[in-house]
T-cell receptor
């Protein structure tokens, strides 16, 4: 059972379209991160959101953390072929230790 | 370049064998994390070390072990290898014991035949 559910799993869109990727859980996270991974490479951190309701923008990417800190979304405006990749959300569980739990990922293809 | 170095980049070995994957964290980072990424399981957290001590364990098999040395580099030992252990193994590091930002290496591709 995945602690973090990402949807959709696959997304193929035309250049210029908008899209939203969702990351949902029944668990509360102290923070949530979004990563982008290219084939054969490690995930690269895009953003970290910490506060419930927080919204962060990174050029054409908008990230939102849910009020209850259980879910997050990534919205891409006017997608470009360079946005193609695997997008991963990861939630940080902090008690006596620190664990970063990853979602299953959304594979995005932006067609020219 | 994240600054996290992993070796080897690719490894092919037979079932039943033992391999060691090595990780050098970013300069100044005290935490090292190991993750396994396979097609059907996604990115799975294996283990976390902070300044030489184990901090958290995830879905790490008993056939696998890890350690972090005084110079902060880490090794992941995989023994009695099975076909299902074929995966991409990532090391990541962060400056603190539970920071919001961790940096991933490029991974070690392990193929068990």
């Amino acid at each position: 059972t995945q602690l973090l559910e990402q949807s959709p799993q696959f997304l193929s869109i035309q250049e210029g379209e908008n899209l939203t990727v969702y990351c949902n859980s029944s668990s509360v996270f102290s923070s949530l991160q979004w990563y982008r991974q290219e084939p054969g490479e490690g995930p690269v951190l895009l953003v970290t959101v910490v506060t419930g309701g927080e919204v962060k923008k990174l050029k054409r990417l908008t990230f939102q953390f849910g009020d209850a800190r259980k879910d997050s979304s990534l919205h891409i405006t006017a997608a470009q072929p360079g946005d193609t990749g695997l997008y991963l959300c990861a939630g940080a569980l902090v008690d006596s230790s620190y664990k970063l739990i990853f979602g299953s990922g959304t594979r995005l293809l932006v067609r020219p | 370049d994240s600054g996290v170095t992993q070796t080897p980049k690719h490894l092919i070995t037979a079932t039943g064998q033992r391999v060691t994957l090595r990780c050098s964290p970013r300069s100044g980072d005290l935490s090292v994390y190991w993750y396994q990424q396979s097609l059907d399981q996604g990115l799975q957290f294996l283990i976390h070390y902070y300044n030489g001590e184990e901090r958290a364990k995830g879905n790490i098999l008993e056939r696998f072990s890890a350690q972090q040395f005084p110079d902060l580099h880490s090794e992941l030992n995989l023994s009695s290898l099975e076909l299902g252990d074929s995966a991409l193994y990532f090391c990541a590091s962060s400056v603190d014991r539970g920071g919001n930002t961790i940096y991933f290496g490029e991974g070690s591709w392990l193929t068990v035949v």
